[in-house]
């Protein structure tokens, strides 16, 4: 088979290479400070969905039916993207008396900076907007936030399909 062919089968979208560079992006903006697993699985969604927020810039990726689920299915891939990046010294894993904390290395910011794809810019503009606006909240605070809003984030698409829906009466 074709080595390019093969290499086209491989998943890159969410990732734990795509996820890990989103979690490097957002780190570096506390850095020296971190986020546990939970947090960053809250940050990474907000940093992809941006606008899901009031007055968020333009999300990264489409929105699309539900995906404020897509928050239930993250952890996995998230903690394979860490390890894979802590592995790497691009994140290092703490273990502090509050529980496992991730954090950008002196190595994340050269590693950042020497992408110049237009969508690892503007990864980097969205994490340190989510940053900016939440990164001070309370793990707790943020998870009340998160579970308040979750259900919303997708359901525009149901009430779409009622107005345009087919109706038999």
């Known amino acids: 088979m074709d080595k390019g062919i093969?290499?086209?089968?491989?998943?890159?979208?969410?990732?734990?290479?795509e996820i890990g560079l989103r979690s490097a992006c957002i780190l570096c903006n506390?850095?020296?400070?971190g986020f546990s697993l939970q947090q960053l699985?809250?940050?990474?969604?907000?940093?992809?969905?941006?606008?899901?927020?009031?007055?968020g810039p333009q999300g990264l990726h489409p929105k699309i039916p539900?995906?404020?689920?897509?928050?239930?299915?993250?952890?996995?891939?998230?903690?394979?993207?860490?390890?894979?990046?802590?592995?790497?010294?691009?994140?290092?894993?703490n273990f502090t008396g509050a529980g496992i904390q991730y954090t950008a290395t002196e190595s994340t910011v050269p590693f950042l900076d020497s992408?110049?794809?237009d969508y690892c810019q503007l990864l980097r503009e969205r994490a340190c907007w989510v940053v900016n606006y939440?990164?001070?909240?309370?793990?707790s605070e943020l998870g009340l936030f998160m579970n308040e809003h979750v259900g919303k984030w997708g359901?525009?698409?149901?009430?779409?399909?009622?107005?345009?829906?087919d109706f038999d009466e």
């Not at 996995?76 to 592995?87: E, M, R, T």
């Not at 939440?134 to 793990?139: L, P, R, T």
């Not at 359901?155 to 829906?165: N, P, Q, S, T, V």
């Open 30 to 33: 506390i850095y020296p400070e």
């Open 155 to 165: 359901a525009e698409f149901e009430r779409e399909a009622i107005l345009w829906g």
């Open 66 to 93: 539900s995906r404020g689920g897509e928050i239930l299915v993250r952890r996995d891939s998230l903690a394979k993207g860490l390890s894979l990046y802590v592995n790497k010294g691009l994140i290092s894993r």
């Open 115 to 117: 992408l110049q794809s």
């Open 134 to 139: 939440i990164g001070k909240w309370s793990e």
């Open 41 to 55: 699985i809250y940050f990474d969604y907000l940093t992809i969905h941006s606008d899901d927020i009031s007055d």
């Open 6 to 17: 093969e290499r086209m089968d491989c998943k890159l979208f969410n990732s734990p290479v």
